[in-house]
Protein backbone atom coordinates (compact mmCIF):
# COMPACT_ATOMS: atom_id res chain seq x y z
CA UNK A 1 0.00 0.00 0.00
CA UNK A 2 1.57 3.17 -0.82
CA UNK A 3 2.06 6.19 1.66
CA UNK A 4 2.68 9.60 2.27
CA UNK A 5 6.54 10.33 3.88
CA UNK A 6 5.09 11.96 6.99
CA UNK A 7 3.52 7.97 8.16
CA UNK A 8 7.51 8.13 8.88
CA UNK A 9 7.21 11.19 11.17
CA UNK A 10 8.00 9.95 15.16
CA UNK A 11 8.23 6.45 14.18
CA UNK A 12 11.62 5.01 14.95
CA UNK A 13 13.95 3.30 12.69
CA UNK A 14 15.53 0.43 14.08
CA UNK A 15 17.50 -0.66 10.99
CA UNK A 16 18.07 -0.46 7.14
CA UNK A 17 17.60 -3.66 4.66
CA UNK A 18 18.80 -3.60 1.36
CA UNK A 19 19.56 -5.96 -1.26
CA UNK A 20 23.49 -6.60 -2.08
CA UNK A 21 24.88 -2.87 -3.02
CA UNK A 22 25.77 -2.34 -6.71
CA UNK A 23 28.33 -0.46 -8.58
CA UNK A 24 27.42 2.24 -10.68
CA UNK A 25 28.77 2.28 -14.24
CA UNK A 26 31.23 5.29 -14.42
CA UNK A 27 29.32 6.79 -17.65
CA UNK A 28 26.82 7.63 -15.31
CA UNK A 29 28.30 8.88 -12.19
CA UNK A 30 27.80 12.33 -11.27
CA UNK A 31 28.30 14.56 -7.90
CA UNK A 32 24.66 13.39 -7.32
CA UNK A 33 25.75 9.57 -6.95
CA UNK A 34 26.50 8.83 -3.32
CA UNK A 35 28.82 5.85 -2.65
CA UNK A 36 25.94 3.72 -1.55
CA UNK A 37 23.72 2.16 -4.48
CA UNK A 38 21.18 -0.81 -4.33
CA UNK A 39 17.58 -1.81 -6.13
CA UNK A 40 15.82 -0.92 -2.80
CA UNK A 41 16.01 -0.21 0.64
CA UNK A 42 13.44 -1.05 3.35
CA UNK A 43 13.02 0.52 6.82
CA UNK A 44 11.97 -2.32 9.76
CA UNK A 45 10.39 0.15 12.16
CA UNK A 46 10.59 -0.64 16.20
CA UNK A 47 7.37 -1.28 16.10
CA UNK A 48 7.47 -4.27 13.92
CA UNK A 49 6.24 -2.61 10.39
CA UNK A 50 8.37 -2.84 7.58
CA UNK A 51 8.46 0.49 4.93
CA UNK A 52 9.79 0.05 1.01
CA UNK A 53 11.43 2.48 -0.82
CA UNK A 54 11.70 2.04 -4.41
CA UNK A 55 12.80 4.05 -7.45
CA UNK A 56 10.30 4.20 -9.88
CA UNK A 57 9.49 5.92 -12.86
CA UNK A 58 6.63 8.89 -12.85
CA UNK A 59 4.60 10.03 -16.04
CA UNK A 60 4.19 13.65 -15.87
CA UNK A 61 1.51 15.46 -18.03
CA UNK A 62 2.80 16.62 -21.54
CA UNK A 63 6.27 14.91 -21.02
CA UNK A 64 7.28 12.39 -23.12
CA UNK A 65 9.32 9.80 -21.06
CA UNK A 66 8.71 9.44 -17.74
CA UNK A 67 11.02 10.68 -14.84
CA UNK A 68 13.21 9.64 -11.82
CA UNK A 69 10.75 9.32 -8.69
CA UNK A 70 10.58 7.48 -5.44
CA UNK A 71 7.76 5.40 -4.12
CA UNK A 72 6.74 4.24 -0.23
CA UNK A 73 4.90 1.47 0.83
CA UNK A 74 4.32 -0.80 3.57
CA UNK A 75 5.31 -3.92 2.65
CA UNK A 76 5.76 -8.02 4.57
CA UNK A 77 9.23 -9.45 5.61
CA UNK A 78 8.08 -12.27 3.83
CA UNK A 79 7.79 -10.50 0.51
CA UNK A 80 11.62 -9.56 0.27
CA UNK A 81 13.37 -12.38 -0.78
CA UNK A 82 13.49 -12.12 -4.56
CA UNK A 83 13.84 -15.25 -6.96
CA UNK A 84 16.28 -15.27 -9.75
CA UNK A 85 15.79 -16.94 -13.03
CA UNK A 86 18.82 -18.95 -11.87
CA UNK A 87 16.82 -20.27 -9.11
CA UNK A 88 18.88 -18.74 -6.42
CA UNK A 89 17.02 -16.32 -4.06
CA UNK A 90 18.55 -13.11 -3.12
CA UNK A 91 17.48 -11.82 0.27
CA UNK A 92 18.22 -8.51 2.49
CA UNK A 93 20.78 -7.67 4.71
CA UNK A 94 21.35 -4.77 6.70
CA UNK A 95 22.93 -1.66 5.51
CA UNK A 96 26.07 -1.82 8.38
CA UNK A 97 26.62 1.85 7.44
CA UNK A 98 23.47 2.62 8.66
CA UNK A 99 24.08 1.50 12.00
CA UNK A 100 25.83 4.87 12.86
CA UNK A 101 22.86 6.74 13.01
CA UNK A 102 20.30 3.81 14.26
CA UNK A 103 17.79 3.80 15.67
CA UNK A 104 16.26 7.07 14.31
CA UNK A 105 13.36 8.07 15.53
CA UNK A 106 12.36 10.48 12.75
CA UNK A 107 11.67 14.03 13.62
CA UNK A 108 10.86 15.28 9.45
CA UNK A 109 10.77 14.41 5.84
CA UNK A 110 11.59 16.40 3.55
CA UNK A 111 11.28 15.44 0.00
CA UNK A 112 13.24 16.99 -2.91
CA UNK A 113 14.10 17.07 -6.64
CA UNK A 114 17.79 17.35 -7.19
CA UNK A 115 17.16 16.28 -10.67
CA UNK A 116 15.13 19.00 -11.63
CA UNK A 117 12.94 17.30 -13.40
CA UNK A 118 9.60 17.52 -11.74
CA UNK A 119 8.82 14.78 -9.58
CA UNK A 120 9.85 13.94 -5.98
CA UNK A 121 13.21 11.55 -6.54
CA UNK A 122 15.07 11.92 -2.68
CA UNK A 123 13.58 11.67 0.46
CA UNK A 124 15.61 13.10 3.51
CA UNK A 125 14.91 11.22 6.65
CA UNK A 126 15.74 13.24 9.49
CA UNK A 127 16.47 12.43 13.12
CA UNK A 128 17.79 13.90 16.09
CA UNK A 129 21.26 15.65 16.65
CA UNK A 130 21.71 15.90 12.57
CA UNK A 131 21.31 12.42 11.79
CA UNK A 132 19.38 11.57 8.64
CA UNK A 133 19.00 9.37 6.13
CA UNK A 134 18.93 10.15 2.53
CA UNK A 135 17.51 8.02 -0.70
CA UNK A 136 17.57 9.38 -4.00
CA UNK A 137 16.56 7.94 -7.58
CA UNK A 138 19.86 8.28 -9.28
CA UNK A 139 20.84 7.12 -12.86
CA UNK A 140 20.97 4.51 -14.43
CA UNK A 141 17.30 4.54 -14.02
CA UNK A 142 15.95 2.03 -10.76
CA UNK A 143 18.78 2.51 -8.53
CA UNK A 144 18.22 3.75 -5.18
CA UNK A 145 21.20 5.82 -3.57
CA UNK A 146 21.76 5.80 0.14
CA UNK A 147 23.59 8.42 2.24
CA UNK A 148 24.24 8.05 5.91
CA UNK A 149 24.51 11.63 7.61
CA UNK A 150 25.48 11.95 11.49
Given at each position: M?M???Y ?13 L ?6 W??E ?11 F ?10 E ?16 S ?7 S ?7 G?V ?25 L ?11 G ?18 I?V??
Open positions: RETSLVGKTIKAVLTYPREVHPAKSLTPAICTYMAFELADGEFVGIPCEVDLEGERYPILGLLERCERSMPLPQPSKVDVVALTEAELVLPLKVCRVVESDPGEGAVSQFRIEEASSAIVLRHIMPPITLGVEN
